[in-house]
């Protein structure tokens, strides 16, 4: 069995994408002194280096890697390896310009970057096996190997190739997922239109139609090509497991909402050894500590909950987003311990050093162009101190308070064209729940919508267009059994193939929430209702209200405008020992704090009110002892109160009573036992 966390690696791990191909070795000598300065523990090498290890086809010069991991090894610092497969040279090419991807308008994209690759085409396929095979019988038994790194980012910059060599895939896929053209005719509703296919052969991947394509196709396609990444990599993982017994396999994945959105990550979870994780912050004006830590909480979850590693952030800025503003002093400490403390096992960076040329150039590093007299510098040496200090937390997991649903084939399904709104958009669903949950200091699982969710006392389902009939089962034995659930609207509308369930909407959940929706009417642009409450108090809403018939389930607040006015807004069902709330409209994330205030109650979470804002608050423990993370996101001091005494670990003091956070600054207590 190969291990689950870096092999001989027993402290955090701390170090970054480490690319000394880019520069003249005597530039190496000084990293390695600045990695130990740094307390560095581990660096990830050869991610993008297939052209400079295998410079033509079948010839191989390992020398340089060899040296590398050599020094890094005489150094103590252990080695994440990349199998490059993710930046095919330019022979490759040259030899198979049909492994170019190619997008739905039919446009072919060229050589010059990375991640260019249709992952179908057979050429691809077997000179990726082949130099992940030469690297695996090269360094599989190398003193400093630590990690394999599959391939970069599964999933972007290219999720999906629409060539021919795809279209004979896809139709294999089909034969295997649906056995019979008949079966996919009948899941893709081909009668509509009259799509009817008589053969596999006339079936194409979804490629540039003049109007809406088949939503059926293009969620089976969007399937399919996740299923042909993961493929890729598991032939690779594979080799690599035989070649070099023991050794851990994991290929960065990126959780965040925002940043990958074609690989469902439930499926993924369950290949790797290690989930590890990249993480940027996206600097869209919302919180950005908020959308942090949701990654990081799916992440763990996608993970079942086991340790896993961030594998990139950066140290400041990035270069890809319209304006790409340094963090602030200490932001880049609390980024990483809020990874931390959220169950990762160290906090790595990309990159080392940063690069003088190349399209990541202005992208910050562990190493600035402003060398290490730079604050940078200062607070990357004081972080790997921290980390040093915090290795005891290794293996501890951290403890969830309630749980959030989320499924990415169903993000696909409602992400599809012609939907009641465009303004509807079940990420930021996602985002407004979990932001209320933050706010209201509680740690979130995700969960898989037929996961078992017996564990949490309170479970929300922010967006969940699609639910199969399993699922809908689920949720209402988890209510039936105990559970406090919270569904937001257009929530269990169609099946796995995006069929409208049977009967009223929402099929899969009417037993459930105890209701029947008898039409939606989405709000325009700008506009918003009322929705008035059992005090009389009232909310805004807007994007979305419906006709809401109860059919069990009582009216605890009402639309107090709008089309839908006099009709109920948000409902709660109490059904066998548990309660299922449902909220027919849009709150932001403040309005939605009223009706998770009155769902926590039913829940019996006890309220975390005294806490301030922005302060985060969260639990590892295991067998080395009960954790307490707090993390002050905001300019001024904050007063904690501890459930019991414990040690601040990074100051090294006793901690009794309240806990004092400064500013911006961390804190970690080991509460006694
Ligand atoms: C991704 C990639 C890295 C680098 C960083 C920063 O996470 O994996 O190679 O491109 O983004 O942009
Ligand atoms: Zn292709």
């Known amino acids: 069995m190969p291990e689950t966390t870096p092999h001989g690696l027993r402290r955090l791990a701390f170090g970054g994408d480490y690319n000394p191909e880019q520069w003249p070795e005597s530039v190496w000598q000084e990293d390695v002194r600045l990695m ?163 053969s596999y052969e006339e079936i194409d991947p979804p490629r540039l139609t003049p109007t809406v394509g088949n939503p059926a196709q293009q969620l089976d396609y969007r399937r399919f090509a996740d299923a042909t990444l993961r493929e890729n990599f598991v032939r690779e993982r594979d080799i690599l497991h035989r070649l070099a017994p023991g050794i851990p396999v994991t290929t960065n994945f990126m959780t965040a909402l925002s940043q990958c959105d074609s690989l469902d990550y439930w499926s993924w979870g369950r290949e790797v050894d290690l989930v590890t994780n990249d993480h940027y912050l996206i600097t869209d004006g919302r919180r950005t500590h908020v959308n942090l830590a949701m990654a990081a909480d799916l992440t763990r979850s996608v993970a079942g909950g086991a340790p896993w590693l961030l594998l990139e952030h950066s140290t400041s800025g990035v270069s890809w987003q319209p304006r790409n503003p340094a963090k602030r002093p200490g932001e880049m400490a609390r980024n990483s311990l809020a990874h931390v403390a959220r169950g990762s096992e160290g906090a790595m960076f990309f990159q080392w050093r940063q690069s003088r040329r190349g399209a990541e150039k202005f992208h910050s590093s562990m190493v600035p162009h402003a060398g290490t007299d730079s604050r940078i510098w200062r607070e990357v040496v004081a972080l790997g101190a921290d980390l040093g200090t915090l290795a005891e937390v290794r293996g501890t997991r951290t403890v969830p308070d309630a749980a959030m649903v989320w499924d990415w084939q169903s993000w696909w399904a409602q992400g599809l064209e012609w939907r009641p709104s465009e303004d509807h958009d079940a990420r930021e669903r996602a985002d407004s729940f979990y932001e209320s949950l933050y706010d209201r200091h509680l740690t979130v699982d995700f969960a898989h919508p037929e996961a078992d969710l017996s564990a949490y006392p309170l479970v929300v389902v922010p967006a969940l267009y699609l639910v199969t009939e399993a699922a809908g089962l689920n949720l209402r034995s988890y209510v039936e059994n105990g559970g406090t659930l919270v569904v937001s609207y257009f929530s269990g509308i169609v099946d796995e193939h995006d069929a409208v369930h049977p009967g009223a909407y929402p099929g899969a959940l009417r037993d459930v929430l105890g209701l029947t929706v008898e039409e939606w009417s989405p709000l325009g642009a700008g506009e918003s209702v009322r929705i008035t409450g059992p005090a009389g108090d009232s909310l805004p809403a807007d994007v979305w209200t419906e006709f809401v018939v109860p059919r069990g389930a009582e009216t605890v607040w009402t639309y107090a405008d709008g089309p839908a006015v006099g009709r109920p807004a948000v409902t709660r069902h109490r059904l066998g020992r548990g309660t299922a709330w449902y909220v027919s409209t849009r709150l932001d994330a403040t309005a939605l704090d009223t009706v998770l205030r009155a769902a926590c109650e039913d829940a019996g979470i006890d309220s975390r009110d005294t806490l301030p804002r922005d302060v985060e608050v969260v639990r590892r423990s295991g067998e080395s002892g009960d954790y307490l993370f707090v993390l002050n996101h905001t300019a001024d001091e904050a007063k904690v109160p501890l459930d019991a005494p414990g040690t601040e670990l990074l100051g090294g003091e006793r901690a009794d009573g309240q806990l004092a956070v400064p500013a911006g600054a961390v804190r970690v207590v080991r509460l006694d036992a």
Request: net charge neutral; with cysteine.
């Open 36 to 198: 130990r300065e740094a307390g560095v523990t581990m660096v990830s090498v050869g991610i993008f280096s297939w052209a400079l290890l295998e410079p033509e086809p079948g010839s191989y010069t390992f020398g340089w890697l060899d040296r590398v991991l050599d020094l890094l090894h005489a150094n103590g610092i252990r080695v994440d390896l990349g199998t490059p497969t993710v930046a095919p040279p330019a022979w490759f090419y040259r030899a198979h310009p049909e492994a170019l991807p190619v997008t739905r308008e039919g446009v072919r994209y060229a050589f010059g970057s990375r991640g260019a690759i249709c992952h179908s085409s057979p050429a691809y396929r077997e000179a990726a096996a082949r130099i992940t095979t030469e690297l695996a019988r090269r360094y599989g038994t190398h003193p400093a190997l630590a990690l394999w790194h599959v391939h970069n980012e599964y999933g972007v910059p290219v999720s999906a190739c629409y060539c021919d060599t795809c279209a004979a895939h896809f139709r294999r896929w089909l034969d295997t997922a649906h056995g019979s053209v008949e079966a996919v005719n009948d899941a893709w509703g081909t009668a509509f239109w009259g799509q009817r296919y008589a």
